[in-house]
């Protein structure tokens, strides 16, 4: 049974940085292609950023420069480090594994931009 279990969120002001971890289990993390989604208040959930399997790394326009991933297949963990923050960048994230075709997620973690 794969198991996601992200933590990190918090309450940060603009231009202030935050990283997230999101800890697998019930796989064999290193095979998988893993990555981040988020939800704003209204909005659709959307996707993020990802790490393939490779390393190869695919990410939105509105976080470049600004969120980068890794993961560390040893401890089954995959990081989204977050930079310079805006206030547009809150939202509940999502960590997100595919396993073939299937996809996994975690419980979310709420992320919060204000001043």
């Known amino acids: 049974q794969v198991q996601l279990v992200e933590s990190g969120g918090g309450l940060v002001q603009p231009g202030g940085s935050l990283r997230l971890s999101c800890v697998a289990s019930?796989?064999?993390?290193?095979?998988?292609?893993v990555g981040w989604y988020r939800q704003a208040p209204g909005k659709e959930r959307e996707w993020v950023i990802f790490i393939s399997s490779a390393g190869t790394i695919n990410y939105i326009d509105a976080v470049k420069g600004r969120f980068t991933i890794s993961r560390d297949n040893a401890k089954n963990t995959v990081y989204l480090q977050m930079n310079s923050l805006k206030p547009e960048d809150t939202a509940v994230y999502y960590c997100?594994?595919?396993?073939?075709?299937?996809?996994?997620w975690g419980q979310g973690t709420q992320v919060t931009v204000s001043s």
């Open positions: 997100n594994l595919l396993v073939g075709s299937m996809n996994y």
């Open positions: 019930g796989t064999i993390f290193r095979l998988n292609a």
